[in-house]
């Protein structure tokens, strides 16, 4: 393969390709096993939770809004806070960052391939489940060295695949609601209400990795603005109708493994199930390879900041893809997917992310003071307040993690400083 250094990125997604690509990161496979979840924990209380947890997530989206109208590099929140609070904090956040999208691609590829065995139940065998998460894997390893601009074709086709699905669900669920279904009779506890909030940020979270491509976008610092913020509109109706049907239609909501599939079954037969079974396959796909192409910029972003080796800026000569950078991370991506489970990266996946958003939030007013950095494209209206009051609801989410998950954030967190430490490059 011939080699070529420096960052030629090519910018091959538009406006609408970004939109597709934000939706295939959020709406993965949280939102097809958590509405259960969250019912366990808080009942019908649990549509105020994801009322809450959406105004968290619109203060976040509004924070990364105008952040990202600052940039046009690679990088996304490595980046803001490479430039907010220097080397060492920048470093951490595109570490965990990195370490978190390797273990949520290998936890939704062990899940869509136990929907895969809806199909084929021999799947999740010893023999054909390494095998086809290897299938996997070099699939979208390939989608992905062979340009950006296919990649994002593949994008919108699984963005539409997992939406007519989801609508489908919606319409006619609308129609099947027993209002009998949703009671407030009994209201949870506080910690049980929390609790169900931070569960969800798994579901309304991912959209940030788009960020990380903005080299490879047209116009990153006006199209980021405004296509984050219309995804979150559209994904907080399309949630909490979601939910409503679940409970509205789902008396045995709260022991439900497959919600989505259980409630289609009573309200729409076998066929219904199928289809929403379909739709959880190519919701998940479409996902993995939107983490897939964000995943694998983080090494050439680091490289390009030199806080990685220069080696990992390497573009391909003619699909002008940081091909070293996407070899890497997918041989890492291959190794924890052939040892994970799903629900082993869902609690640790959400307190990291949490991490870095109040890193971004708090970065927005560091920011708006450095003389050095682009002025924002979309400036937010009492930005400062904003700002200040996601980071305090992100605290107060992590204040609910376990000693366990503390531990296990604490070892990562000590594997980066350790590389940060004996890497030997540059510091800036």
């Given at each position: 393969m011939t080699q070529k250094r420096g960052p030629e990125l090519v910018r091959g997604m538009g406006r609408w390709d970004l939109i597709a690509l934000i939706i295939n990161l959020i709406i993965g496979a949280g939102i097809f096993g958590l509405p259960s979840k969250v019912f366990h924990l808080a009942g019908s209380y649990s549509i105020l939770a994801y009322v809450g947890c959406s105004i968290l997530m619109g203060l976040i989206m509004l924070c990364f809004a105008e952040v990202s109208s600052r940039f046009s590099s690679t990088g996304g929140p490595y980046l803001y806070a490479l430039r907010a609070f220097g080397?060492?904090?920048?470093?951490?956040?595109?570490?965990?960052?990195?370490?978190?999208?390797?273990?949520?691609?290998?936890?939704?590829c062990n899940l869509l391939v136990t929907y895969i065995s809806f199909f084929w139940p021999a799947a999740t065998s010893s023999t054909w489940r390494p095998l086809i998460i290897t299938g996997i894997v070099v699939t979208l390893t390939l989608i992905n060295l062979i340009g950006v601009r296919r990649s994002a074709v593949v994008n919108n086709f699984f963005a539409i695949g997992k939406l007519i699905p989801l609508v489908l669900f919606i319409v006619i669920g609308l129609f099947f609601i027993d209002p009998q279904n949703i009671s407030f009779e009994s209201s949870p506890s506080y910690n049980s209400l929390s609790n169900a909030m931070l569960i969800l940020v798994f579901a309304f979270t991912g959209f940030e990795i788009s960020t990380i491509n903005a080299g490879e976008v047209k116009n990153p610092r006006r199209n980021f603005p405004f296509s984050m913020l219309i995804v979150l509109v559209f994904v907080v109706i399309i949630y909490i109708l979601i939910q409503v049907i679940c409970i509205g239609t789902l008396p045995e909501l709260a022991e439900s493994e497959r919600p989505l599939v259980d409630a289609a079954n009573l309200f729409a037969g076998p066929l219904g199930a199928l289809v929403i079974t379909i739709g959880a396959v190519l919701s998940m796909t479409g996902s993995l390879n939107a983490t897939m192409l964000g995943c694998t910029r983080l090494p050439f972003a680091l490289a390009e900041q030199k806080q990685a080796p220069e080696i990992l800026q390497m573009t391909h000569p003619k699909f002008k893809t940081p091909w070293l950078s996407i070899l890497i991370s997918a041989t890492a991506i291959l190794v924890v997917s052939l040892t994970y489970s799903f629900m082993t990266a869902v609690t640790m996946n959400v307190i990291i992310k949490l991490i870095t958003y109040g890193i971004i939030c708090i970065s927005l007013p560091a920011l708006r003071k450095k003389k050095d950095i682009?002025?924002?494209?979309y400036k937010l209206r009492g930005g400062i307040i904003v700002a200040v009051l996601a980071f305090i609801i992100c605290i107060w989410l992590l204040s609910h993690s376990t000693i366990n998950e503390i531990l296990q954030l604490v070892v990562a967190i000590s594997v980066g400083v350790v590389l940060y430490k004996t890497s030997g490059l540059k510091k800036m």
């Open positions: 080397p060492f904090i920048g470093y951490e956040v595109g570490w965990l960052m990195w370490l978190t999208r390797i273990t949520a691609f290998a936890a939704v682009k002025p924002a494209r």
